[in-house]
């Protein structure tokens, strides 16, 4: 597995003050959203979180519409970052497929059924973290 480098201070405070866009997106973290995009997923949102903790970079958070499509969505997403030599470290909530969290490393995938996602509401809690919508 192929570590991206330590975020540096300087990319840190760009961070706080850029505008989050696509373009600038990590290609395995482009990667994960081609792969959810792929297969129906709903308010995919990107998180961008270098500015405010130290145990990863980014947030990818999306909706699946029942349990089946939130493992297919996970599926798909480890499939297309296996291919790029990239496995989670950790991976949680795939056996009920309310909650499906999916550890990177540097970037978390959460795959979150509609009634999940509204009670946990992520974007709310990180809400100034720069974001994307996808």
């Given at each position: 597995m192929t570590k991206p480098k330590k975020t540096s201070a300087k990319a840190v405070a760009a961070a706080k003050t850029a505008k989050l866009t696509r373009r600038?997106?990590?290609?395995?973290?482009?990667a994960a959203i081609e792969a959810s995009l792929?297969?129906?997923a709903e308010d995919v949102v990107v998180l961008d979180l270098r500015a405010a903790v130290t145990f990863t970079e980014f947030f990818l958070?999306?909706?699946g519409l029942n349990v089946r499509q939130t493992g297919a969505l996970a599926e798909a997403i480890e499939h297309d970052l296996?291919?790029?030599?990239?496995?989670p470290i950790?991976?949680?909530g795939a056996a009920r497929g309310e909650w499906i969290l999916m550890d990177y490393g540097w970037f978390i995938v959460h795959i979150f059924s509609p009634a999940s996602r509204d009670y946990y509401a992520l974007e709310?809690?990180?809400?100034?973290?720069?974001s994307l919508m996808v």
């Open positions: 600038l997106l990590p290609p395995a973290l482009k792929n297969k129906k958070i999306m909706t296996k291919a790029m030599n990239l496995r950790g991976m949680e709310r809690l990180w809400s100034d973290a720069p």
